[in-house]
């Protein structure tokens, strides 16, 4: 998805994010809640015990590590030649004593998640049989690289107006007050411009430009973070890529455009524009990432605002949006191996939440499948109404 335009709430929209907040601003929702993924090996036969644990093709990186994704020397923080990243999934708590077990068997600890018992790790191919030989660890599986999916062809919709708010009938909405106030918008992506004058404040329909009396707003950014290895405040452009900035124009850009002049103020505005933003770096600039920081920054944005550590609390997101995708899992579909971690939280997340998570999907196609996928993990309807996103 790439910018048309210089306004932040660009020109060519998302059609899955268009939909899904305007979905949001008529009061329906979507829960998730899905059963644990169930695997078999190739055979049909469960998987038990020892190396029969290692799933998403790591036994075969542990049999021959030069088949490791080169980018992720760069994208896993502190990486050491020769380290496998792998995912453990637990069927205990991952509680200090296991992340102790988990040291003890050569695992260098990269992150430990709250929501399931999951921890991403990097070990040497041994150290992987080590671990994988716990008693209770359930899979083991290779952390991946993520991705920006831009292989659609650029559209300019600006004449006419095809898929723009106003081409959804959202301005009727808006004069009836309906404009997203409440709702809190997490966009895991490349960051945003925290700076932009259509992201930088809640001024929809009271724009401060000249000749205008200037105007003091909220802000709407709640928190910015970047994740690719941590989860450091972040502040300034914080977008070199300017793919995020895109999508959280198209999902709550005011409307301010430049703010020298009140000539275009108007002009390119987002499905919510009185949203609150929270926004995650989960790529680099170059559009690239781990699967293991989108996982966490997940949690950040979906569970209960103000709980987690007092590092990253979490901001309690009523819609999360995650315009990205992996290029691995397509050549899993189908195999009885395919375990996608990123689901498995997700899932839970929302099920317990309500969370509404907007995903990309289909842009890598045609692949059988590619969008449809489990029946129980599918979106269903229900009366939905903002709700208090605070707890501990």
Known sequence: MRMVGSSAGARRISGALAAALLSMLLGVSAALAAPGPQVT??????????????RNGLERLVADPSLLDERLADLVAGYQPGEIPAFALLKEPN?????????????????????????????????????????????LLPVEVTVLLQHETEVDQSDPPIG??????????????????????????????????????????HWGDPPNLPTINAPKV?????????????????????????????????GEGDPTTAADDGRHMGIAPGAELAVAKVLTDAGAGINSDLIAALEWAAMPAGSGPITCPSVGAHVVNTSL????????LNTGHDIDMVSYVLDRLAGTYGTVFVSAAGNSGPIWAASWRRRAAQPRPSAWAPRPRTGT
């Open 95 to 139: 509680d200090d004593a296991r992340l102790t077990a988990l040291r003890q068997s050569g695992a260098r600890i990269l992150r430990s998640y709250r929501s399931v018992p999951l921890v991403a790790l990097a070990a040497l191919p041994d150290e992987i049989g080590s671990i994988a030989e716990l008693p209770w660890v359930r899979w």
């Open 41 to 54: 090996t190739g055979d049909g036969a469960a998987a038990t015990g020892g190396l029969g644990k290692l």
């Open 222 to 254: 709640v928190d910015a973070r970047n994740f690719n290895g941590g989860c450091a405040p972040a502040a300034g452009g914080f977008d070199a890529h300017g793919h995020g900035t895109h999508v959280a124009g198209i999902a709550a850009g005011t």
């Open 325 to 332: 995708g992996s290029e691995a899992r397509p050549l899993r």
């Open 164 to 205: 723009t708010a106003i081409d959804m009938g959202v301005p009727a909405l808006w004069d009836e007050g309906v404009t997203g106030e409440g709702i809190r918008i997490a966009v895991l992506d490349t960051g945003m411009d925290l700076l932009h004058p259509d992201l930088d404040d809640l001024d929809f329909r």
